[in-house]
């Protein structure tokens, strides 16, 4: 009868202790919404390691708190506790749940992460490259974009690299990440679920410029995707002046750059407005500093802004895109106009 009481005591606070937990689990808004298949599979996962840990942490703690409180020595007593000898099924039976509960989360977490690596018949292939300090992301058709732009419902197979350091690609609400590392491609499979733009970042520490190593990836209707992709090819075909602009919104120099040809008014590098004095002081004509500064930065490092700051992911272009930004930013940037 006294064992029947103190069970419900422990198992009182228990409940109480492990509403406390779940509640800080459940509000705390720890994850993101799943965007992607393969996120919604580790959020199974997250969720079934979750749950076991805050029935663990009650049952423990509640244990320890009714011992504290119930058992606890008076002030005058100053005499040994009773010799205990060990208990054969309490030592087996925390021995086995807790091996039953360690291998059913590795069989789930393998079975995520086959799942979760499966690209099925007909991804989307996107080649990612990353460099100090942004991403560069190219598509089958020769387009590239620093923006990641996906289908939505379709496998994308990634296949991510870096070019001098490593990096690290991270979808929060895609769940998952992958290192980037100079001489090795790892393949990573996205299949969104939902549309949006969500944020893309360098989840690893690689330089001064780190933190401000983040694009987009957006994830589309599949016949909205299959018609940007087509409209940036024959962007690209146009007209040098206005292929150049779709190369600069492709790769995201609005975001450091201020340029009124563009509408961009970005500010972490110099404006593009007015080119000539600059070029004229490195001795170059426009088209040639233009050139230099965008696949070798750190050779003129503009004044008052630190090199090492500017990408050289860009001298990866396609030489007609390169071509064509070059003539953009020439026709647009002369200044003095
Ligand atoms: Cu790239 Cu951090």
Redesign the pocket.
């Known amino acids: 009868m006294r064992k029947n009481k103190q069970f419900i005591h422990v198992a009182m606070i228990a409940i109480v202790l492990g509403a406390i937990a779940a509640a800080v689990a459940y509000f705390g808004n720890w994850l993101p919404a799943p965007a992607s298949r393969e996120a919604g599979r580790i959020w199974f996962n997250f969720w079934a390691a979750t749950i076991v840990s805050i029935v663990i942490f009650a049952v423990v703690s509640a244990a320890i708190i009714y011992s504290v409180i119930k058992f606890r020595a008076a002030p005058d007593d100053d005499s040994d506790g009773p010799s205990v000898h060990g208990h054969t099924r309490l030592e087996i039976a925390w021995t086995i749940i807790p091996t039953i509960i360690v291998v059913l989360l590795s069989v789930a977490s393998a079975i995520v992460l086959h799942e979760n690596s499966k690209a099925g018949p007909n991804p989307v292939k996107i080649q990612g490259i990353?460099q100090?300090?942004a991403f560069a992301f190219k598509y089958e058709n020769g387009v590239q974009s620093g923006i990641l732009r996906l289908p939505l419902g379709r496998h994308a197979a990634l296949r991510l690299t870096a070019l001098d350091?490593i990096?690290?690609f991270w979808v929060p609400d895609f769940g998952q990440k992958q290192d980037m590392v100079p001489g090795q491609t790892m393949t990573l499979v996205v299949t969104p679920t939902r549309l949006g733009t969500y944020p893309l970042i360098?989840?690893?520490?690689?330089?001064l410029?780190?933190s401000i190593?983040r694009t987009s990836a957006i994830v589309m209707e599949p016949a909205a995707f299959e018609k940007w992709l087509a409209d940036q090819k024959t962007a690209l075909a146009g007209p040098p002046g206005e292929a150049g602009k779709t190369v600069f919104t492709n790769n995201g120099c609005a975001a450091c750059h201020a340029f009124t040809a563009a509408g961009a008014t970005g500010a972490v590098g110099p404006s593009l407005d007015d080119l000539s004095a600059s070029a004229t002081a490195a001795g170059q004509p426009l088209e040639d500093f233009i050139r230099e500064s965008i696949v070798a930065p750190n050779k003129v490092a503009a004044k008052g802004y630190p090199a090492n700051v500017m990408p050289q992911t860009f001298a990866q272009l396609p030489k007609d895109q390169l071509d064509a930004l070059v003539t953009y930013i020439a026709e647009n940037g002369k200044g003095g106009s």
Not at 202 to 207: A, E, K, R, T
């Open positions: 990353a100090q300090y350091v990096h690290a360098c989840s690893h520490l690689c330089g410029g780190h190593m």
